[in-house]
Every structure is written in structure tokens, then in C-alpha cells.
């Protein structure tokens, strides 16, 4: 199949080349209208208790406000000056009713909480205009010039900010981390190739699977909620996906010419086997980011979106249009030379062989501590605590952070933070207010709730605000707190809703907690179907998800002790906060599906080799001498790619950047150049077995390399 895809490809390689470059850029252009479509929620379970308690209020007492909350600190004096009372009307009454559904300040109701006890600051509550967060964030972008007044600091805080400053970080730290990443991609591609031809075609694909994406996000944007994070993740996966595929494809046909073959032969050679590893490579990272469609929360689906989406692409143009150029090129890849100083190439594989020897002698010596280590790295994984994404996203410089820091130090009680507390009467009637009352006093007796305050009724609810002692909404003791309420019995006839920024936590990681079985069972059982019709074995498939949990809790292990414990707080500029939830299972996915990448292409050599009839020892030591430097190669291009997003300013991209170079950096030369070929020499001939019925079955399948590769070669020369 393989082989005969790549025979396709060269016999009308001039049409694919038109055809695919014309779609992928035409798709690109139009997806330039997806920044329009994004939106920068979605981090909530709908079907959740949280979002039902949020979901009634806003029906029965309309838009509650705090979307934008203006804090204003005169320069001297309080703020019951006239002066300041009479900006700050002035400026709040010449709001546009177009972006402005309400507004609440201090100096029109005189509320005590809109006020410091000292009267040193005071606030305006906004309610914007939108149906949902994109419209209520385009409301804010309308005002956000607005609000300032002479003579008083003003700043701006509330959930509007809060996006509006991450949404442009975001993408200042997208444009920023590919104006950094692709020049050094490709001066290490010109190093590795040691011509410019070669090299500029992996960073082309790369270029045009993140253009195609963004056509696709369009159209699903149109559809159903985007989050903005989804095209950073695109960005990030296609342009690093499509490189590798790229070096691997580009790799394997100079390899392929330099044997001595046509460019039709070496075309249909690099099809049937670097582009097979990319197809089943790409197939098994589209199925880990396919498991985040499991969860109920908007922002994980976006992130599916943005990976599969750019992964699906990469995989696309390294089948179809990169072939195509290759046959074009044919020996002319190798154009625009740049000399540089090379080692000699040695008979016996140099290094790589010399590491495979070690390797094979003492497979113990080496597993051994390599095993241990790893699990050291993973013991933080049992302290992990998580959370949401709030302020601490942004640096501390930031104005939005500063401004909701300020509200939550010196405004606890409108901070946003509070536990709703909805009680719902019968048959559409208000709960008896006696009753409501002394629910009150119950929910205040609850050990973690400071204060109960009337949050407001209407129809058939009344509403209880509920104050925590602890200021840190994501704290274990807030949890608690939480869980405490939940479990009062309401009063007779009522229904007890509760929700807030604490509820929201909670449900959402219980959302999550309960499909990450289904997802683990979707990633291992893919992984093992996939590689078992590969490869024809069944321990393969099983130590390569062994190897891959491995890799990816040792990772998550570095990275609990660095963002959440603080041991990198200085270098890293982050602060110290529970991991995002998302953000985890994202990188869960992505790094689980990068190590079975790897794996597949170590073990495609290693079983190419086995099919020849050579020992075990012979096969490892031929895949690690085939593979080992673009394995290398391969995994620095993309941590230079990913490494970029470690310098972001916003803290989950930040995070992502730093996950992915500390799981890249283990799983690409510690696990697959040293544990794996040290567990396959432990384990013998027997990681080659299947059950005879097994077996063939996977023959029947027709995706044996070799198989094909011979039968297409014998084709190609009765012609």
C-alpha cells in the first residue's frame, strides 16, 4: 500500500504537488478568520453542579455582574472627594450601552463592601453586554480605554482583563517563539543535511501543515466553541510534527539515492518505510489527542482540535506533497551543498555501535539504574495538586494580575471567589424564608466559611454568598469547605445547588478524574493494536506502553517540583500554583503519543532488520546505528521548536514548552537509545513472539515493510 501510494505520488508528482499546495495554502488564507472565532473559555464542565448553580442564577436574577471590576485609589484625599465622586460617575454614565449592560460603583449606592474600610479605594462593577465569553470580551476590549480618571489610580480587574491580557500574550508569545524557533530549525537542518535543499524541506511542510490548520479550526470554529490555546497548540505540534516527519522522510531518500537507486525506486522505498513509521507514528498521536474529546470541558476539545488537526496535516504533507517534491528534486536534494567538517563515516556504525555493543553486553548495569532514576523523578507526582487558570498565568508585572490581586487583598468578599450557595424551592415557588435563614447559619457554621451574605432572589431561588477564610480558592481547605456545604441537607422541599470559583474547581478535576480511565484504555489499546499490526509482536506493543508510562510520569514528576513546589520559580518566573488540569491531560497525551513516535521508528529499523534473519543482538544494534542520530536529530529540532514556548509569558505555555523539552530530552535519548534496546536484549527472541493465530492475522493485514517493499520492487521491473 505504502510502496504503491509512493509510486503514485512520483509518476504525478507534478499534479500532487499543485494540488496539495494549492488546498493547504488556499485553507491557510481563509483560516486567517479563525482569530475572530476564538474564544477564551470552556475550562468549566457544563453538565457540572457548578455550572447548573451559575445556569439558574443568571435565569432568575439575570447577568450578575463582576465581568469588569474597576478599582480607582486617588492620588490623595479618600474617596468621597466630590471631585473624584463626580469623573467617576461622569465616566461610567458615558459607557457605551452597546458594550455596557450595567453598572454598580460605590458612588451611586454607597454599598459598603464597593469600599475599603479607610476609604482609600473603591470600585465600579461592570456587567458587559455578550451572550456568551467572546462577546463579553469583545465588550471589553470596547471599554477598556475608558475607565481611567484624573487624579486616581485605576486598575482594572474581573474576568474580562483576565482574558483580554491572556488572549494577547498568547499570541505575542506564538509569533515570537516561531520568528525564534524556525531560523534555528533550519540552520540545524542546513548542519544535519549539509545542504539547503534538503533542508528547507522539512521546515516548508512544517510551514504548510500550520497554515492548512488554521483553515480547519476555522471551519470548526464556526460550529462549536475554539479556545485560543487550540491554534498555540497547533502551531507547536504541526510546525514540530511536520519536522520530524520531514528529516525522517528527506533522511531515508537521500539515504535511498546514495545506495545507488532511481528517484522512483527511492521514492517508493521511502514511502513504504519512513512513511509508513509517519503514518502509524501519526495515527497513534491523533488517537492520544483524540482521548481529550472524552472530557465535558470546551477547552480540552479545543486542544483536540488544534493537535489532531496539525498532526493529521503534518502526516498529510509528508505522504503527498514531500514526495512529490523529492521526486521532483531527485538527486538535485542535495543542491546548494554547504561544506562542513564531517566525522568519517566508519564501516562498523562508529558511536552508535560502540553504545549498542555496551548496551548489549551489560543489559543489566544499564536498565538497572536507569530504572531507578526514573522512578525517583516520578515520587512528586504523589503531592500533585489542581487547579484552574486564574491570574497566576500571567507574569507579575502584569497589569490584570496586579489589579486581581488587588481585589482579592483588599475586596475579598467581591473578589469573585465566594461559594454560591442556591437554594431552589418547589413546583416553582421561593423557599420559605425562615428556612432559607437558618440555612444561612448552618452554611456559616461550617468550618472554612468566614461570612453568609445575601447574594440576591427572584423566583424560585434565593441565593447565599458564602466567604472563605482561606483566600486561595484552590486550596485543599477551600475544597473541603465546598464539600462540607454540599453535604448539609437543604431544608424540606428545596434543592441545593452550589457553585463558584472552588465549586468549579472541584467539579471540573471530578470530570476529569472520572474519563481518564477511558483515556488511558483508548491510548494503550490503540498503541497496542497499531504496533502488533506493524510489527507482528505482542511484547513489543506491550513494552513500548510500559516505556512510554515510564517516560511520561518522570516527566510530570520534574515538572510537579518545579511549577507547583517552586523549585524553579526563579529561572522559570512562574509562580508556585496547582497544575491546569487541561494543560496536564494535554501533555499527558502529547508526550505518551511522542515516545510510542519514537518508538515506532527505533523499532521499524530493528524489525526491518529481524525480517533479514539476523539474531536479536544484531537487529537491536542495526536499529540503534540506522536511527540513533535522526532519532537525535530529530528530537533537538523539536526541542528547539517546543523550547521556544518555555520563554512565554503566559504560565501554561510556559509550561507545555518546558514539559515537552524535559520529556523529549528523557524519552529520545535515556529511554530510547539506552532502556529499550537494554529491555529488548533482556527479553531475547521472545519480543519478536505472537500467537501463531495472532500472527496471522497481522500477515492477512498486509502491512508487513519488507513484504511490501519487494513486491513493489519486482512490479517496478517487469515494466
Not at 508569545?173 to 528547507?200: K, N, Q
Not at 500571567?394 to 475579598?412: G, M, N, Y
Amino acid at each position: 500500500m505504502f510502496a504503491s501510494w509512493g509510486s503514485f505520488t512520483y509518476r504525478l508528482r507534478w499534479t500532487v504537488l499543485a494540488v496539495v499546495a494549492v488546498v493547504v495554502v488556499g485553507s491557510g488564507v481563509w483560516g486567517l478568520g479563525v482569530f475572530n472565532q476564538l474564544t477564551e473559555g470552556g475550562y468549566i464542565d457544563p453538565g457540572s453542579e457548578s455550572a447548573k448553580a451559575a445556569a439558574a442564577v443568571e435565569a432568575a436574577l439575570g447577568p450578575q455582574g463582576g465581568d469588569v471590576v474597576a478599582i480607582y485609589t486617588p492620588e490623595s484625599g479618600t474617596v468621597d472627594d466630590p471631585g473624584l465622586a463626580q469623573q467617576v460617575t461622569a465616566r461610567l454614565d458615558a459607557l457605551p450601552d452597546s458594550a455596557v449592560l450595567d453598572v454598580s460603583s460605590y458612588w451611586q449606592t454607597g454599598a459598603p463592601q464597593l469600599a475599603t474600610p479607610d476609604k482609600t479605594s473603591a470600585l465600579a462593577v461592570i456587567t458587559l453586554v455578550g451572550d456568551d465569553e467572546n462577546a463579553k470580551l469583545e465588550s471589553y476590549r470596547a471599554i477598556k480605554d475608558e475607565l481611567a480618571v484624573g487624579g486616581a489610580q485605576t486598575q482594572i480587574a474581573g474576568s474580562g482583563p483576565l482574558q483580554d491580557s491572556t488572549s494577547n500574550r498568547s499570541k505575542t508569545d506564538l509569533t515570537r517563539a516561531e520568528l525564534v524557533s524556525l531560523p534555528i530549525v533550519l540552520v540545524l537542518l542546513v548542519l544535519i543535511f549539509g545542504s539547503l535543499v534538503a533542508a528547507s524541506l522539512p521546515v516548508l511542510v512544517g510551514g504548510l501543515a500550520v497554515l492548512g490548520s488554521l483553515g480547519v479550526l476555522h471551519a470548526v470554529a464556526l460550529t462549536t466553541e475554539v479556545n485560543s490555546f487550540a491554534v498555540n497548540v497547533a502551531s507547536l505540534l504541526g510546525l514540530g510534527m511536520a519536522i520530524d516527519y520531514g528529516l525522517f522522510m528527506v533522511g531515508r531518500f537521500r539515504e535511498e539515492l546514495a545506495a545507488g537507486r532511481s528517484p522512483e525506486v527511492a521514492v517508493r522505498h521511502t514511502v513504504a518505510t519512513a512513511g509508513r513509521t509517519v503514518m502509524f507514528s501519526a495515527t497513534l498521536l491523533i488517537i492520544a489527542l483524540a482521548g481529550l474529546l472524552l472530557f465535558p470541558q470546551g477547552f480540552l476539545k479545543s486542544l483536540s482540535y488544534g493537535g489532531m488537526t496539525a498532526v493529521a496535516l503534518a502526516a498529510v504533507v509528508s505522504l503527498t506533497l514531500l514526495p512529490a517534491l523529492l521526486g521532483i528534486l531527485g538527486p538535485r536534494v542535495d543542491r546548494l551543498a554547504v561544506r562542513l567538517p564531517r566525522r568519517r563515516a566508519t564501516a562498523d556504525g562508529g558511536g552508535w555501535a560502540r553504545l549498542a555493543a555496551v548496551v548489549m553486553r551489560r543489559p543489566i548495569l544499564v536498565a538497572a539504574p536507569i530504572l531507578a532514576v526514573l522512578v525517583l523523578l516520578a515520587l512528586p507526582i504523589g503531592q500533585v495538586r489542581f487547579g484552574e487558570v486564574d491570574e497566576r498565568v500571567l507574569p507579575a508585572s502584569d497589569p490584570a494580575r496586579q489589579a486581581i490581586e488587588t481585589l482579592k487583598t483588599e475586596f475579598p468578599v467581591m473578589s469573585g471567589n465566594g461559594v454560591q450557595v442556591v437554594l431552589r424551592g418547589p413546583d416553582g415557588a421561593a423557599p420559605d424564608q425562615a428556612a432559607a435563614q437558618a440555612f444561612a447559619g448552618r452554611v456559616g457554621a461550617v468550618e472554612g466559611v468566614e461570612a453568609v451574605n445575601p447574594g440576591g432572589a427572584g423566583g424560585d431561588l434565593v441565593v447565599l454568598t458564602a466567604t472563605l477564610a482561606d483566600r486561595d480558592p484552590l486550596s485543599d481547605a477551600a475544597r473541603d469547605t465546598v464539600a462540607d456545604i454540599r453535604a448539609l441537607t437543604p431544608p424540606a422541599g428545596t434543592d441545593l445547588l452550589v457553585g463558584g470559583t472552588t465549586a468549579r474547581n472541584v467539579d471540573s478535576l471530578d470530570a476529569t478524574i472520572a474519563k481518564l480511565p477511558l483515556m488511558a484504555g483508548l491510548l494503550a489499546g490503540a498503541t497496542f493494536v497499531l504496533m502488533f499490526l506493524a510489527f507482528g509482536s505482542i511484547l513489543l506493543p506491550i513494552k513500548a506502553i510500559l516505556m512510554s508510562v515510564l517516560s511520561l510520569s518522570a516527566t510530570f514528576g520534574i515538572l510537579v517540583w518545579l511549577f507547583q513546589e517552586g523549585h524553579g520559580e526563579g529561572w522559570l518566573r512562574v509562580t508556585p500554583a496547582p497544575l491546569e488540569v487541561g494543560i496536564v491531560v494535554l501533555m499527558a497525551a502529547v508526550v505518551f503519543g511522542l515516545s510510542t513516535d519514537y518508538e515506532v521508528f527505533l523499532l521499524s529499523r530493528m524489525v526491518e532488520a529481524r525480517a533479514k534473519g539476523v539474531s536479536t543482538v544484531e537487529a537491536v544494534t542495526t536499529g540503534l546505528v540506522r536511527t540513533g542520530r535522526v532519532i537525535s536529530a530529530a528530537a533537538l529540532l523539536l526541542v528547539v521548536v517546543t523550547g521556544a514556548f518555555a520563554f512565554a509569558t503566559v504560565a501554561m505555555m510556559r509550561f507545555i514548552g518546558v514539559g515537552m523539552i524535559i520529556a523529549l530530552v528523557l524519552d529520545a535519548t535515556v529511554v530510547r537509545m539506552l532502556l529499550v534496546p537494554a529491555v529488548m536484549r533482556l527479553l531475547g527472541d521472545a519480543v519478536w513472539w505472537a500467537p501463531g493465530p495472532l500472527r496471522r492475522l497481522q500477515q492477512a493485514a498486509g502491512l508487513q515493510e519488507s513484504d511490501e517493499i519487494e513486491a513493489t520492487d519486482k512490479e517496478l521491473a517487469l515494466r
